[in-house]
Protein backbone atom coordinates (compact mmCIF):
# COMPACT_ATOMS: atom_id res chain seq x y z
CA UNK A 1 0.00 0.00 0.00
CA UNK A 2 2.92 2.54 0.79
CA UNK A 3 4.34 1.69 -2.74
CA UNK A 4 1.40 2.26 -3.96
CA UNK A 5 0.71 5.46 -1.85
CA UNK A 6 4.17 6.93 -3.09
CA UNK A 7 4.07 6.10 -6.91
CA UNK A 8 0.38 8.35 -6.86
CA UNK A 9 2.41 11.16 -5.08
CA UNK A 10 5.17 11.10 -6.93
CA UNK A 11 3.07 10.81 -10.14
CA UNK A 12 1.19 13.93 -8.63
CA UNK A 13 4.10 15.90 -7.96
CA UNK A 14 5.42 15.59 -11.65
CA UNK A 15 2.82 16.73 -13.72
CA UNK A 16 0.83 18.96 -11.62
CA UNK A 17 3.42 21.02 -9.27
CA UNK A 18 6.69 20.70 -11.08
CA UNK A 19 5.50 20.95 -14.67
CA UNK A 20 8.52 18.85 -16.55
CA UNK A 21 7.57 20.57 -19.69
CA UNK A 22 8.27 23.39 -18.26
CA UNK A 23 11.84 24.91 -18.00
CA UNK A 24 12.15 25.43 -14.36
CA UNK A 25 11.73 21.37 -13.70
CA UNK A 26 12.80 20.48 -10.37
CA UNK A 27 13.00 17.33 -8.47
CA UNK A 28 10.12 16.23 -5.79
CA UNK A 29 10.79 17.93 -2.37
CA UNK A 30 12.03 16.57 0.72
CA UNK A 31 8.81 15.40 2.18
CA UNK A 32 8.63 13.01 -0.66
CA UNK A 33 11.99 11.84 -0.59
CA UNK A 34 11.50 11.32 3.67
CA UNK A 35 8.23 9.42 2.41
CA UNK A 36 10.37 7.50 0.55
CA UNK A 37 12.85 6.17 3.20
CA UNK A 38 9.84 5.35 5.19
CA UNK A 39 9.00 3.23 2.15
CA UNK A 40 12.65 1.54 2.31
CA UNK A 41 12.65 0.61 5.71
CA UNK A 42 9.30 -1.44 5.54
CA UNK A 43 9.78 -2.61 2.02
CA UNK A 44 13.69 -2.80 1.87
CA UNK A 45 15.33 -3.66 -1.58
CA UNK A 46 12.15 -4.00 -3.30
CA UNK A 47 11.89 -0.21 -2.66
CA UNK A 48 15.05 0.30 -3.57
CA UNK A 49 14.65 -1.15 -6.91
CA UNK A 50 11.54 1.16 -7.43
CA UNK A 51 13.34 4.29 -6.30
CA UNK A 52 16.06 3.56 -8.77
CA UNK A 53 13.38 2.98 -11.67
CA UNK A 54 11.76 6.05 -10.94
CA UNK A 55 14.83 8.26 -10.01
CA UNK A 56 15.73 7.32 -13.87
CA UNK A 57 12.42 7.98 -14.89
CA UNK A 58 13.20 11.70 -13.71
CA UNK A 59 16.17 12.44 -15.33
CA UNK A 60 14.68 11.84 -19.00
CA UNK A 61 11.90 14.73 -17.75
CA UNK A 62 14.49 17.23 -16.96
CA UNK A 63 15.89 20.14 -19.01
CA UNK A 64 18.67 18.68 -21.25
CA UNK A 65 20.61 22.32 -20.24
CA UNK A 66 21.12 21.82 -16.52
CA UNK A 67 24.18 22.15 -15.06
CA UNK A 68 25.43 18.76 -15.83
CA UNK A 69 27.59 18.15 -12.23
CA UNK A 70 24.29 17.76 -9.99
CA UNK A 71 23.60 14.64 -11.35
CA UNK A 72 25.19 11.49 -9.61
CA UNK A 73 26.89 9.62 -12.52
CA UNK A 74 26.83 6.21 -10.25
CA UNK A 75 23.42 5.82 -7.78
CA UNK A 76 24.65 4.41 -4.32
CA UNK A 77 21.55 3.92 -2.14
CA UNK A 78 22.04 4.32 1.74
CA UNK A 79 19.42 2.70 3.88
CA UNK A 80 18.26 4.68 6.69
CA UNK A 81 17.30 2.76 9.35
CA UNK A 82 17.20 -1.25 9.99
CA UNK A 83 20.54 -3.22 10.43
CA UNK A 84 21.61 -2.39 6.97
CA UNK A 85 21.37 -5.36 5.87
CA UNK A 86 20.48 -6.09 2.33
CA UNK A 87 18.53 -9.52 2.05
CA UNK A 88 19.46 -9.51 -1.88
CA UNK A 89 21.54 -7.43 -3.42
CA UNK A 90 21.13 -6.66 -7.38
CA UNK A 91 22.28 -4.80 -10.14
CA UNK A 92 19.56 -2.86 -11.89
CA UNK A 93 19.69 -1.79 -15.25
CA UNK A 94 19.10 1.97 -15.66
CA UNK A 95 18.85 2.17 -19.28
CA UNK A 96 16.25 -0.46 -20.31
CA UNK A 97 14.29 1.89 -22.62
CA UNK A 98 13.79 1.69 -26.10
CA UNK A 99 16.17 2.72 -28.78
CA UNK A 100 15.08 6.31 -29.11
CA UNK A 101 14.89 6.75 -25.29
CA UNK A 102 18.57 5.91 -24.60
CA UNK A 103 19.80 8.25 -28.20
CA UNK A 104 17.87 11.26 -26.19
CA UNK A 105 19.13 10.31 -22.37
CA UNK A 106 22.36 9.96 -24.27
CA UNK A 107 21.98 13.73 -25.51
CA UNK A 108 20.88 14.81 -22.17
CA UNK A 109 23.79 13.11 -19.64
CA UNK A 110 27.05 12.35 -21.69
CA UNK A 111 28.51 15.03 -22.12
CA UNK A 112 31.14 15.74 -19.79
CA UNK A 113 30.51 13.30 -17.40
CA UNK A 114 29.17 10.23 -19.32
CA UNK A 115 29.32 8.59 -22.73
CA UNK A 116 27.03 8.06 -25.52
CA UNK A 117 28.48 4.81 -26.21
CA UNK A 118 27.47 3.37 -22.92
CA UNK A 119 24.22 0.98 -23.28
CA UNK A 120 23.60 0.95 -19.22
CA UNK A 121 25.35 1.33 -15.98
CA UNK A 122 24.71 -0.81 -12.89
CA UNK A 123 23.58 0.63 -9.65
CA UNK A 124 25.03 -0.75 -6.86
CA UNK A 125 23.50 -0.49 -3.46
CA UNK A 126 25.44 -0.52 0.21
CA UNK A 127 24.29 -0.11 3.51
CA UNK A 128 24.60 3.17 5.34
CA UNK A 129 27.91 4.29 6.33
CA UNK A 130 29.91 1.51 4.13
CA UNK A 131 32.35 4.03 2.49
CA UNK A 132 32.39 4.45 -1.46
CA UNK A 133 35.60 2.98 -2.02
CA UNK A 134 34.53 -0.79 -1.35
CA UNK A 135 37.19 -2.93 -1.27
CA UNK A 136 35.44 -4.81 -3.54
CA UNK A 137 35.12 -2.12 -5.78
CA UNK A 138 36.12 -3.17 -9.52
CA UNK A 139 36.05 -0.81 -12.55
CA UNK A 140 32.88 -1.61 -14.65
CA UNK A 141 34.24 -0.15 -17.47
CA UNK A 142 31.33 2.51 -18.02
CA UNK A 143 32.31 6.19 -17.55
CA UNK A 144 31.40 7.88 -14.43
CA UNK A 145 31.53 11.44 -13.35
CA UNK A 146 35.06 13.06 -14.36
CA UNK A 147 36.78 15.32 -12.41
CA UNK A 148 33.72 17.32 -10.82
CA UNK A 149 36.55 18.04 -7.97
CA UNK A 150 38.57 19.66 -10.48
CA UNK A 151 35.91 21.67 -12.35
CA UNK A 152 34.91 23.36 -9.27
CA UNK A 153 38.77 24.17 -7.41
CA UNK A 154 38.22 21.68 -4.83
CA UNK A 155 40.15 18.64 -4.37
CA UNK A 156 39.43 16.26 -1.25
CA UNK A 157 42.05 14.07 0.07
CA UNK A 158 42.48 11.49 0.56
CA UNK A 159 40.40 10.19 -2.75
CA UNK A 160 36.54 9.68 -2.38
CA UNK A 161 36.27 8.15 -6.17
CA UNK A 162 36.72 5.06 -6.29
CA UNK A 163 37.50 5.04 -9.87
CA UNK A 164 40.08 7.68 -9.49
CA UNK A 165 41.61 5.81 -7.01
CA UNK A 166 41.48 3.24 -9.11
CA UNK A 167 43.20 4.86 -12.34
CA UNK A 168 45.72 6.29 -9.71
CA UNK A 169 46.95 2.51 -8.81
CA UNK A 170 47.33 1.89 -12.04
CA UNK A 171 49.28 4.75 -12.77
CA UNK A 172 51.25 3.42 -10.21
CA UNK A 173 51.31 0.06 -10.86
CA UNK A 174 51.62 -0.40 -14.70
CA UNK A 175 52.43 3.25 -16.53
CA UNK A 176 55.30 4.88 -14.30
CA UNK A 177 57.66 1.91 -14.89
CA UNK A 178 57.46 3.32 -18.70
CA UNK A 179 59.44 6.28 -16.98
CA UNK A 180 61.28 5.17 -13.57
CA UNK A 181 63.21 2.32 -16.25
CA UNK A 182 66.64 4.25 -15.49
CA UNK A 183 65.51 5.75 -12.11
CA UNK A 184 66.27 3.92 -9.28
CA UNK A 185 64.33 6.30 -7.01
CA UNK A 186 61.06 5.72 -8.90
CA UNK A 187 59.89 8.92 -8.74
CA UNK A 188 56.90 8.77 -10.99
CA UNK A 189 55.66 5.51 -8.99
CA UNK A 190 55.91 7.12 -5.49
CA UNK A 191 56.33 11.24 -5.83
CA UNK A 192 54.45 11.46 -8.55
CA UNK A 193 51.26 10.51 -7.05
CA UNK A 194 51.74 12.63 -3.97
CA UNK A 195 52.62 15.73 -5.77
CA UNK A 196 49.37 15.52 -7.52
CA UNK A 197 47.33 15.71 -4.46
CA UNK A 198 48.46 19.79 -4.82
CA UNK A 199 48.53 20.32 -8.28
CA UNK A 200 45.36 19.75 -10.95
CA UNK A 201 47.61 19.71 -14.10
CA UNK A 202 49.59 16.73 -13.10
CA UNK A 203 46.47 15.34 -11.20
CA UNK A 204 44.72 15.61 -14.74
CA UNK A 205 47.79 14.41 -16.67
CA UNK A 206 47.86 11.12 -14.84
CA UNK A 207 44.38 10.23 -14.45
CA UNK A 208 44.59 10.64 -18.40
CA UNK A 209 47.19 8.70 -19.09
CA UNK A 210 46.10 5.93 -16.80
CA UNK A 211 42.55 5.98 -18.22
CA UNK A 212 44.23 5.50 -21.96
CA UNK A 213 46.28 3.02 -20.92
CA UNK A 214 43.41 1.23 -19.82
CA UNK A 215 41.28 1.61 -22.18
CA UNK A 216 44.09 -0.11 -24.45
CA UNK A 217 44.41 -3.43 -22.52
CA UNK A 218 41.28 -3.16 -21.36
CA UNK A 219 36.95 -2.68 -22.19
CA UNK A 220 37.57 0.94 -20.06
CA UNK A 221 36.16 3.81 -21.66
CA UNK A 222 38.50 5.98 -23.41
CA UNK A 223 35.94 8.92 -23.16
CA UNK A 224 37.11 8.85 -19.35
CA UNK A 225 40.78 9.81 -21.11
CA UNK A 226 39.68 12.39 -22.93
CA UNK A 227 37.67 14.48 -20.40
CA UNK A 228 40.77 14.54 -18.36
CA UNK A 229 42.92 15.31 -21.48
CA UNK A 230 40.78 18.31 -22.24
CA UNK A 231 41.19 19.08 -18.32
CA UNK A 232 44.32 18.83 -17.80
CA UNK A 233 45.04 21.29 -21.36
CA UNK A 234 42.53 23.99 -20.03
CA UNK A 235 45.27 24.76 -17.28
CA UNK A 236 48.32 23.59 -19.03
CA UNK A 237 48.98 25.40 -22.55
CA UNK A 238 48.13 29.09 -21.06
CA UNK A 239 51.15 28.47 -18.69
CA UNK A 240 53.04 27.41 -21.44
CA UNK A 241 52.20 30.24 -23.50
CA UNK A 242 53.23 32.55 -20.96
CA UNK A 243 56.79 32.89 -21.48
CA UNK A 244 57.36 34.75 -18.43
CA UNK A 245 56.83 31.48 -16.73
CA UNK A 246 59.46 29.11 -15.65
CA UNK A 247 58.08 25.52 -16.04
CA UNK A 248 58.60 23.78 -12.22
CA UNK A 249 58.86 20.11 -11.86
CA UNK A 250 55.19 19.14 -11.79
CA UNK A 251 54.46 21.03 -15.21
CA UNK A 252 57.06 19.29 -17.07
CA UNK A 253 55.97 15.91 -15.26
CA UNK A 254 52.71 16.35 -16.82
CA UNK A 255 54.42 17.46 -20.65
CA UNK A 256 55.96 13.65 -20.19
CA UNK A 257 52.90 12.33 -19.45
CA UNK A 258 50.78 13.88 -22.31
CA UNK A 259 53.59 13.12 -24.36
CA UNK A 260 53.72 9.00 -23.67
CA UNK A 261 49.55 9.33 -23.78
CA UNK A 262 50.08 10.66 -27.85
CA UNK A 263 52.43 7.55 -28.21
CA UNK A 264 49.90 5.52 -27.36
CA UNK A 265 47.30 6.94 -29.55
CA UNK A 266 49.92 7.67 -32.52
CA UNK A 267 51.34 4.14 -33.80
CA UNK A 268 55.37 3.33 -34.79
CA UNK A 269 54.81 4.14 -38.23
CA UNK A 270 56.19 7.46 -39.79
CA UNK A 271 54.12 9.84 -37.44
CA UNK A 272 55.10 12.73 -35.78
CA UNK A 273 54.44 12.63 -31.74
CA UNK A 274 55.69 16.19 -30.79
CA UNK A 275 52.21 17.17 -30.45
CA UNK A 276 53.25 18.59 -26.49
CA UNK A 277 57.07 18.34 -26.63
CA UNK A 278 56.38 22.26 -26.88
CA UNK A 279 56.18 21.93 -22.67
CA UNK A 280 59.83 20.32 -22.24
CA UNK A 281 62.03 21.09 -26.05
CA UNK A 282 64.05 23.79 -24.22
CA UNK A 283 63.87 21.56 -21.06
CA UNK A 284 65.91 18.84 -23.55
CA UNK A 285 67.38 21.09 -25.33
CA UNK A 286 68.98 22.75 -22.55
CA UNK A 287 72.19 21.71 -20.18
CA UNK A 288 70.97 17.72 -18.89
CA UNK A 289 71.18 17.14 -15.30
CA UNK A 290 74.34 15.94 -13.91
CA UNK A 291 75.01 12.58 -14.44
CA UNK A 292 76.75 11.53 -11.22
CA UNK A 293 74.75 14.32 -8.94
CA UNK A 294 71.63 13.08 -6.57
CA UNK A 295 68.74 11.99 -8.67
CA UNK A 296 65.80 13.85 -8.58
CA UNK A 297 62.55 14.44 -10.50
CA UNK A 298 63.87 17.00 -12.82
CA UNK A 299 66.61 14.25 -13.86
CA UNK A 300 64.11 11.80 -14.02
CA UNK A 301 61.81 13.98 -16.34
CA UNK A 302 64.64 14.67 -18.72
CA UNK A 303 65.28 11.14 -19.08
CA UNK A 304 62.23 10.64 -19.87
CA UNK A 305 61.78 13.40 -22.25
CA UNK A 306 65.09 12.63 -24.35
CA UNK A 307 63.72 8.89 -24.82
CA UNK A 308 60.56 10.11 -26.18
CA UNK A 309 62.66 12.63 -28.29
CA UNK A 310 64.18 9.27 -29.48
CA UNK A 311 61.15 7.36 -30.09
CA UNK A 312 59.93 10.05 -32.57
CA UNK A 313 63.23 10.74 -34.47
CA UNK A 314 63.37 6.59 -34.54
CA UNK A 315 59.43 6.30 -35.96
CA UNK A 316 60.49 9.19 -38.42
CA UNK A 317 63.79 8.41 -39.43
CA UNK A 318 64.97 11.55 -38.38
CA UNK A 319 67.36 13.57 -36.32
CA UNK A 320 66.24 13.90 -32.89
CA UNK A 321 65.28 17.72 -32.04
CA UNK A 322 68.13 18.33 -29.38
CA UNK A 323 71.24 20.67 -28.95
CA UNK A 324 74.14 18.52 -30.21
CA UNK A 325 76.31 20.12 -27.64
CA UNK A 326 74.61 19.72 -24.63
CA UNK A 327 75.17 16.02 -25.01
CA UNK A 328 78.36 16.06 -24.85
CA UNK A 329 78.98 17.01 -20.72
CA UNK A 330 77.20 13.18 -20.31
CA UNK A 331 80.11 11.23 -21.92
CA UNK A 332 82.85 11.50 -19.43
CA UNK A 333 84.11 8.75 -17.86
CA UNK A 334 82.01 7.34 -15.21
CA UNK A 335 83.81 6.03 -12.17
CA UNK A 336 83.78 2.74 -10.33
CA UNK A 337 81.29 4.52 -8.10
CA UNK A 338 78.33 5.74 -10.70
CA UNK A 339 75.15 4.07 -9.95
CA UNK A 340 74.34 2.02 -12.56
CA UNK A 341 71.40 4.66 -13.61
CA UNK A 342 74.02 6.69 -14.69
CA UNK A 343 75.46 4.28 -16.45
CA UNK A 344 72.06 3.58 -18.21
CA UNK A 345 71.45 6.84 -19.00
CA UNK A 346 74.56 7.28 -20.72
CA UNK A 347 74.31 5.07 -23.15
CA UNK A 348 70.91 5.88 -24.14
CA UNK A 349 72.50 9.31 -24.65
CA UNK A 350 74.93 8.17 -26.46
CA UNK A 351 71.76 6.84 -28.63
CA UNK A 352 70.77 10.18 -29.77
CA UNK A 353 74.17 11.38 -30.41
CA UNK A 354 74.23 7.97 -32.84
CA UNK A 355 71.25 9.35 -34.47
CA UNK A 356 72.31 13.04 -34.88
CA UNK A 357 74.70 11.19 -36.73
CA UNK A 358 72.73 8.90 -38.48
CA UNK A 359 70.06 11.19 -39.63
CA UNK A 360 71.21 14.65 -39.28
CA UNK A 361 72.61 17.18 -41.70
CA UNK A 362 76.00 17.48 -40.61
CA UNK A 363 78.93 15.46 -42.38
CA UNK A 364 78.79 11.43 -42.43
CA UNK A 365 82.65 11.29 -41.76
CA UNK A 366 84.97 8.04 -41.50
CA UNK A 367 86.29 9.94 -38.36
CA UNK A 368 83.54 10.70 -36.53
CA UNK A 369 82.11 7.40 -37.43
CA UNK A 370 84.77 5.45 -35.78
CA UNK A 371 84.02 7.74 -32.74
CA UNK A 372 81.11 6.71 -32.07
CA UNK A 373 82.15 2.74 -33.00
CA UNK A 374 84.35 3.44 -30.04
CA UNK A 375 82.56 4.77 -27.59
CA UNK A 376 79.61 1.76 -28.30
CA UNK A 377 82.43 -0.43 -27.30
CA UNK A 378 84.12 1.29 -24.93
CA UNK A 379 80.57 1.31 -22.52
CA UNK A 380 80.44 -2.42 -23.16
CA UNK A 381 83.74 -2.85 -22.11
CA UNK A 382 83.99 -0.40 -19.23
CA UNK A 383 80.08 -0.81 -17.49
CA UNK A 384 79.85 -2.18 -14.06
CA UNK A 385 79.49 -6.35 -13.89
CA UNK A 386 75.81 -5.32 -12.43
CA UNK A 387 74.97 -5.18 -16.35
CA UNK A 388 75.90 -8.34 -17.21
CA UNK A 389 72.78 -10.80 -17.69
CA UNK A 390 71.60 -13.13 -14.77
CA UNK A 391 70.44 -15.39 -16.93
CA UNK A 392 71.59 -16.78 -20.78
CA UNK A 393 69.71 -19.55 -22.66
CA UNK A 394 72.17 -20.67 -24.95
CA UNK A 395 75.22 -20.16 -26.07
CA UNK A 396 75.03 -18.15 -29.72
CA UNK A 397 72.48 -15.90 -31.34
CA UNK A 398 70.83 -17.79 -33.92
CA UNK A 399 68.89 -15.84 -36.16
CA UNK A 400 65.53 -17.31 -37.13
CA UNK A 401 65.76 -19.66 -34.41
CA UNK A 402 64.19 -18.97 -30.44
CA UNK A 403 64.96 -15.13 -29.74
CA UNK A 404 67.88 -15.43 -26.76
CA UNK A 405 67.01 -15.61 -23.30
CA UNK A 406 68.68 -12.56 -21.78
CA UNK A 407 67.59 -11.95 -18.53
CA UNK A 408 68.44 -8.69 -16.58
CA UNK A 409 68.18 -7.83 -12.62
CA UNK A 410 66.98 -4.29 -12.89
CA UNK A 411 65.29 -2.23 -15.50
CA UNK A 412 68.23 -0.21 -16.32
CA UNK A 413 70.09 -3.36 -16.87
CA UNK A 414 68.16 -4.63 -19.64
CA UNK A 415 67.55 -0.67 -21.26
CA UNK A 416 71.35 0.12 -21.08
CA UNK A 417 71.90 -2.85 -22.97
CA UNK A 418 69.50 -2.74 -25.48
CA UNK A 419 70.00 1.15 -26.43
CA UNK A 420 73.93 0.35 -26.55
CA UNK A 421 73.03 -2.32 -28.77
CA UNK A 422 70.55 0.18 -30.93
CA UNK A 423 73.52 2.12 -31.71
CA UNK A 424 75.46 -0.51 -32.72
CA UNK A 425 72.81 -1.11 -35.41
CA UNK A 426 72.40 2.25 -36.03
CA UNK A 427 76.13 3.03 -36.49
CA UNK A 428 76.24 -0.25 -38.88
CA UNK A 429 73.49 0.86 -41.31
CA UNK A 430 75.39 4.13 -41.66
CA UNK A 431 78.54 3.35 -41.55
CA UNK A 432 80.16 5.23 -44.79
CA UNK A 433 83.48 3.34 -44.70
CA UNK A 434 80.86 0.15 -46.10
CA UNK A 435 78.38 -0.51 -48.89
CA UNK A 436 74.71 -0.13 -46.93
CA UNK A 437 73.58 -3.47 -47.97
CA UNK A 438 77.13 -5.60 -47.34
CA UNK A 439 76.33 -9.01 -46.71
CA UNK A 440 78.48 -8.83 -43.78
CA UNK A 441 76.83 -5.65 -42.26
CA UNK A 442 73.48 -6.87 -43.14
CA UNK A 443 74.16 -10.24 -40.78
CA UNK A 444 75.66 -8.13 -37.93
CA UNK A 445 72.10 -5.80 -38.15
CA UNK A 446 69.82 -8.62 -38.48
CA UNK A 447 71.46 -10.28 -35.52
CA UNK A 448 71.31 -6.74 -33.26
CA UNK A 449 67.55 -7.04 -34.16
CA UNK A 450 67.16 -10.75 -32.54
CA UNK A 451 69.18 -9.54 -29.54
CA UNK A 452 67.24 -6.41 -29.27
CA UNK A 453 64.15 -8.81 -29.41
CA UNK A 454 65.07 -11.11 -27.17
CA UNK A 455 66.36 -9.27 -24.59
CA UNK A 456 62.78 -7.40 -25.19
CA UNK A 457 61.07 -10.97 -24.51
CA UNK A 458 63.10 -11.87 -21.38
CA UNK A 459 62.61 -8.83 -19.64
CA UNK A 460 59.09 -8.17 -20.48
CA UNK A 461 57.46 -6.97 -17.35
CA UNK A 462 59.71 -3.76 -18.38
CA UNK A 463 57.49 -1.79 -20.93
CA UNK A 464 60.07 0.19 -22.43
CA UNK A 465 62.53 -2.85 -23.41
CA UNK A 466 59.33 -4.37 -25.54
CA UNK A 467 59.44 -0.56 -26.78
CA UNK A 468 62.95 -1.06 -27.83
CA UNK A 469 62.13 -4.12 -29.05
CA UNK A 470 59.39 -2.39 -31.43
CA UNK A 471 62.25 0.28 -32.98
CA UNK A 472 64.37 -1.84 -33.90
CA UNK A 473 61.96 -4.26 -35.43
CA UNK A 474 60.67 -0.83 -37.28
CA UNK A 475 64.25 0.52 -38.24
CA UNK A 476 65.44 -2.50 -39.78
CA UNK A 477 62.64 -5.26 -40.22
CA UNK A 478 63.05 -4.96 -44.15
CA UNK A 479 66.07 -6.63 -43.72
CA UNK A 480 64.42 -10.53 -42.73
CA UNK A 481 63.38 -12.15 -46.01
CA UNK A 482 62.49 -15.69 -43.88
CA UNK A 483 59.05 -15.95 -43.43
CA UNK A 484 60.18 -17.77 -40.51
CA UNK A 485 61.59 -14.62 -38.96
CA UNK A 486 59.08 -12.66 -40.11
CA UNK A 487 56.57 -14.21 -38.15
CA UNK A 488 58.64 -14.19 -35.21
CA UNK A 489 59.27 -10.39 -35.22
CA UNK A 490 55.24 -10.02 -36.19
CA UNK A 491 54.78 -11.87 -32.67
CA UNK A 492 57.16 -9.52 -30.65
CA UNK A 493 54.48 -6.69 -32.00
CA UNK A 494 51.47 -8.22 -31.15
CA UNK A 495 53.00 -9.80 -28.01
CA UNK A 496 53.83 -5.76 -27.24
CA UNK A 497 50.50 -4.20 -28.08
CA UNK A 498 48.44 -6.60 -25.87
CA UNK A 499 50.67 -6.63 -22.92
CA UNK A 500 51.41 -3.27 -22.98
CA UNK A 501 48.93 -1.61 -25.15
CA UNK A 502 51.81 -0.03 -27.34
CA UNK A 503 50.33 0.16 -30.70
CA UNK A 504 51.98 -1.67 -33.34
CA UNK A 505 49.01 -2.49 -35.76
CA UNK A 506 50.03 -0.34 -38.36
CA UNK A 507 54.13 -1.26 -38.23
CA UNK A 508 52.70 -4.81 -38.42
CA UNK A 509 50.25 -4.15 -41.82
CA UNK A 510 53.42 -2.25 -43.08
CA UNK A 511 55.75 -4.82 -42.59
CA UNK A 512 53.43 -7.61 -44.13
CA UNK A 513 53.27 -5.07 -47.07
CA UNK A 514 56.66 -4.97 -47.02
CA UNK A 515 57.39 -8.43 -46.83
CA UNK A 516 54.40 -9.44 -49.20
CA UNK A 517 52.75 -11.60 -45.96
CA UNK A 518 48.95 -11.60 -46.80
Request: aromatic fraction near 10%; hydrophobic fraction near 35%.
Amino acid sequence: ILVVYYTINVCFEVFLVHKPWANNFAYPNPQVTAFYHNAVDAFGPAALACEARRKHNFDRLGDKNRELDSHATRLDFVLESGNGDIEDEKDFPLNNGSADEELHQGDRHHSPDTHPETQHRNVRLRPRGQASQDENWTPSFYPTGVGRELRSGRRSWPLRDPEEAYLLKHFVDRIASFFDCTDRQQHFALHIPYRARYCNTLFNALMALSARHLSCTTPFNPYVSDQYYQMCLETLIPTLNNHGVTMDDDLLAATVILRLLEEFDVPLAGSDLRGHSFGTKAFIQGPPPSATTTPSLRQAVYWSGLRQEIYNALSLKQAPDIDFSSLHSLFTALGPDTGDCAWANQAIAHCADVLLFSFGEGPRSVAVHENLQKQTEQWSETRPASFDPYFVGGDEVEIGGSFPDIRFNCPWHAIGNQYNELARILLSLHDPGIPKFAQEVDQRIRKGVWTVCGVALANDAVPPAMVVGCMAIHLCGDRFTDRQEQEKLIQVLIRTDSAHGWPTHALQRQLRETWGMS
